[in-house]
């Protein structure tokens, strides 16, 4: 328990967030499948109250994109890039753990909103955030949202993002200067390369949402009008800051999902990717482009023809770099010798949906097309085959790849491929119908709908695929429970990849790589025409490893972020100050501390 | 599946329409490529080693071309479109100002003088202007078949202009989250001949209907007077309330609450006793008025006309 609390060993913080991501990705599924249930019937539904629904809605998408989807991501990224590059750890292992800490302490408090009530004098299930995951000024001031939702909105996402920024940081610095020798940057696996753009886009893109929380804030506690025509603020600042991170942010989630595709799809077709140069260069290009695209969240707020014309033009451009990415995938494939292992039948899946869903896209870009379809349901189809489609199927086809390597522990195929096909056809049946509720009519975020508008049967298919959906990633949590009781006989390379974490035994022991390697070439691991194989490493270190022990440090100093957001929620100055003494008291110690046990 | 009703919407449906059938067609490709590549190259045993092929520039360079060719064919509609829907209506325009509330709908005449609340009468094959604006939070005037959407923010003012094709009733709805109740705040637009609709700005424009002398609607009259309903409504010489709409014509409106029910005897008499049940955070509290009183206020509400 002890060595959990303090470790800094990237694989156990790996796993940590693994878990964590996963619960809160199940909490996130049932506010999903709630929604779901009560849009089922027209005129009221299953009796959910308006209030409610608009808690879960905003609940579930701050939760699948800022605690499912990122730290899903996260788990991979601390788990698999220290041993893809050849390294013993992150750059900064305390740093790493703050890192979990504070974004397991932010997604709590974010949570604890739901039963909260109470102590604001209010039921149960009314004081959670109820703006939207988007939260658009002045809906969030003061006046239209008098009680304590928003502030823990605004608060738990400003603590999520020291979490964000913290662990960005810290892999650009482990990627840029940890690599292995002769690991040159075009010789990094595409997960390695796509992790390095995706922190990149989040130590640029974090900080623009902190500042529109941080004047939210201010808007809210201090009586400011940055965002409140009634004083003179611009309620479409808000829009512009939010979505210059939040377009970014729609990269940062789908970027790792296609790096773990093209990891997995060279190793069940035995045949390099097809065109690495490329696919690395479009992922930079996705992530420029990613910074010039964000005001076609914002067509019908009327910005003007000239505006939308060049927003609307660079958004298509960005189909260009996607296309060739799926492109060279197929061109992957061909040629191959295929397994059809559920990791592959995932990673296949993504290519398959992402299209539908990058091809709903290029509607949206298209900025009077998406005067019909923004804010309807439409838009919320088109995300979720992104989001469900692209970056879920991807990750579960990681989830698969890596959990040899992460536990030792096969999981079972066979419940794998029913864990597959009933996600598949769950989420056309949940995500398809979407589309024509949303071009009929049905704007998104209602918790009702008349019967005349001629939806239903399209709600009542979405309501039947959300549930199959929900009974798919059941068999996969009773796959990933019970390997625990399987036998751990994962051998060091059981899909016969190519890249270095298979080049050490599943699980690695503590200190990854017995020598580091040298590196000679993309596919350390294959025969090519030009290189052989790496020869193997030694069984056990020819010399003693010195490894980081574990630090108190990161999780006291986490401790002090909810305390610090606690006092501002409660308006309480002495609680707040205590907050900032922890994380002051917790810095200090923590830069003092002799780090080598 | 638009059925588009004005030029407006014919405009996006076209631009729609075009998109969609270049995406099937790119769908169709990929993702047969997709498929047979799966059917031909599914591992078998004892076969050899596949060859390691790293690229194909000729190919690299074709499949990055392609998308960029197609996507001009789309762009250039699109940039036409922008500036065809850029909500400047032609000279002689009938302008109408829409102002958004929580969550109910606004509508000003300026050059006919008068006003409506959340149905929107308009006249067909006429050019409309529509300012918009927003009294709260931001809200989206969307009609699918006619026009929209444009959002009605504070201290700021958006336009779209359209013509509406034919006569009939349009359904639409605030597409911009907006609070409690953003899923009821919804509008008809009712287009008519030019004389249907002269006859209904006449009717707008006459002083609201006096009861006769004791009608049941009188008796009504008096409840009004000496219940809360002056200080949130007005009703043109008997009460002059800003908050809630305008009542001086509300018996001639098809729905109450924002569209969200029929005019009825019925949904009068339960949207009167508890508004808030019926539309959540609807800012009208529940009214303690007996039960006489009660119908003689909604035999009033209904003879206004």
């Known amino acids: ?597 | 599946m638009f059925a588009p009703r004005s030029d407006f919407s014919t405009e996006l449906a076209g631009l729609f329409t075009n998109i969609f059938w270049w995406a099937v067609v790119v769908f169709v490709i990929v993702e047969m490529l997709l498929l047979i590549a799966l059917a031909r190259f599914r591992a078998r045993p004892g076969a050899a080693h596949p060859k390691p092929v790293h690229g194909h520039t000729a190919l690299e360079i074709g499949w990055t071309l392609a998308p960029a060719l197609i996507l001009v064919f789309i762009a250039v509609p699109t940039m036409r479109a922008i500036f065809a829907t850029s909500g400047h209506a032609p000279e002689g325009a009938l302008r109408v100002e829409v102002i958004g509330h929580q969550w109910w709908w606004e509508y000003r005449y300026p050059t006919l003088n008068i006003s409506a609340y959340n149905e929107l009468h308009l006249p067909v094959r006429t050019p409309i202007q529509v300012d918009m604006t927003s009294a709260d939070v931001i809200h989206s005037f969307w009609v699918p078949r006619l026009g929209g959407k444009r959002d009605l923010i504070q201290g700021r003012t958006n336009r779209i202009a359209f013509r509406a094709d034919s006569t009939g009733e349009y359904w639409g709805q605030c597409a911009e989250f907006c609070g409690a109740s953003h899923a009821n705040m919804r509008l008809r637009v009712f287009v008519e001949s030019d004389s249907a609709f002269q006859r209904w700005v006449d009717q707008q424009r006459a002083a609201p209907a006096t009861p006769a002398k004791g009608s049941p609607a009188e008796a009504g009259l008096q409840v009004f007077r000496r219940s809360a309903c002056i200080g949130c409504h007005t009703i043109a010489g008997v009460a002059q309330g800003k908050v809630g709409p305008d009542l001086s014509h509300v018996g001639g409106r098809a729905t109450i609450a924002g569209a969200l029910f029929p005019n009825t005897t019925e949904t009068l008499h339960r949207w009167i006793t508890n508004a808030p049940s019926l539309k959540p955070g609807a800012l009208m509290p529940p009214q303690n008025v007996s039960p006489q009183d009660l119908d003689a206020l909604i035999a009033y509400l209904q003879s206004l006309k």
Not at chain 1, 144 to 150: I, K, M
Not at chain 1, 271 to 277: M, V
Not at chain 1, 532 to 555: N, V
Request: glycine letters at 10%.
């Open chain 1, 1 to 597: 328990m002890k060595s959990w609390l303090t470790t800094t060993d990237h694989k156990r913080i790996g796993l940590l967030y693994f878990w964590t991501a996963f619960g809160f990705f199940l909490i996130g599924g049932l506010e999903a499948l709630i929604i779901r249930a009560q849009l089922v019937r027209p005129d009221g539904g299953l009796g959910v109250s308006a209030e409610t629904f608009n808690q879960l809605f905003t609940m579930h998408g701050t939760t699948m994109v800022f605690l499912a989807l990122m730290p899903l991501s996260a788990a991979f990224f601390n788990f698999i890039i220290p041993l893809q590059i050849g390294a013993r750890d992150v750059a900064f292992p305390r740093l790493n753990a703050f890192s979990y800490w504070v974004f397991l302490l932010g997604g709590l408090f974010l949570n604890a909103s739901f039963i909260a009530g109470p102590l604001f004098g209010a039921d149960r299930l009314s004081v959670a955030p109820d703006a939207g995951w988007f939260g658009y000024a002045n809906l969030t001031s003061r006046q239209f949202s008098p009680g304590p939702n928003v502030d823990f909105w605004l608060l738990g996402l400003q603590i999520l993002g020291i979490a964000s920024l913290a662990a960005g940081f810290n892999f650009v610095v482990t990627i840029l200067n940890m690599r292995a020798p002769g690991m040159r940057m075009l010789r990094l696996p595409v997960f390695t390369w796509m992790t390095l753009v995706t922190q990149f886009l989040v130590i640029t893109a974090f900080p623009v949402i902190t500042v529109a929380l941080v004047l939210l804030m201010f808007d809210r506690f201090f009586g400011t009008h940055f965002f409140l025509p009634a004083g003179g603020g611009d309620p479409i600042l808000w829009q512009h800051l939010f979505w210059m991170f939040g377009h970014p942010e729609v990269y940062i989630l789908i970027l790792p999902a296609m790096g773990i595709v093209s990891e997995v799809l060279p190793t069940f077709s035995k045949k390099p990717l097809f065109g690495y140069t490329v696919v690395v260069y479009s992922g930079v290009v996705i992530a420029f482009l990613g910074w010039s695209v964000w005001s076609h969240h914002m067509f019908s707020t009327g910005l003007g023809p000239i505006a939308d014309s060049v927003f609307a033009g660079t958004t298509m451009l960005i189909a260009i770099p996607t296309g060739v990415k799926i492109f060279n995938w197929i061109g992957t494939l061909w040629g191959g010798q295929i397994r059809f292992t559920t990791s592959l039948l995932f990673a296949v899946g993504f290519i398959a949906m992402f299209i539908i869903g990058g091809l709903s896209g290029v509607t949206h870009a298209s900025a009077p097309s998406d005067l019909q379809q923004t804010d309807t349901y439409y838009v919320v189809a088109h995300i979720h085959y992104v989001l469900f489609g692209g970056t879920i199927l991807g990750l579960f086809s990681g989830i698969y790849y890596w959990w040899p390597k992460m536990t030792g522990r096969f999981l079972s195929e066979g419940m794998g491929k029913v864990h597959f096909w009933l996600t598949l056809i769950g989420m056309n049946l949940a995500f398809f119908p979407m589309h024509f509720s949303g071009l009929l009519g049905m704007p998104r975020r209602i918790y009702t709908y008349p019967a005349e508008l001629g939806v239903t049967r399209f709600n009542q298919l979405s309501t039947i695929g959300a549930f199959i959906i929900g009974i798919a990633t059941l068999v996969f949590f009773w796959n990933l429970l019970r390997t625990r009781w399987r036998p751990s006989n994962a051998p060091a390379n059981p899909w016969g990849g190519a890249t270095l974490e298979w080049a050490i035994p599943s699980p690695p022991p503590v200190y990854n790589f017995t020598v580091i390697p040298t590196i000679a070439s993309r596919l350390p691991l294959w025969q090519t025409e030009r290189h052989g194989p790496m020869t193997p490493l030694p069984d056990r270190p020819p010399a003693p490893i010195h490894m980081p022990g574990g630090s108190w440090w990161p999780i006291i100093t986490a401790f002090g972020l909810p305390i610090i957001a606690i006092g501002a929620l409660a308006h309480l100055i002495p609680i707040v100050l205590a907050g900032a003494a922890v994380v002051i008291v917790g810095i200090y110690r923590w830069a003092f501390e002799p780090f080598e046990m």
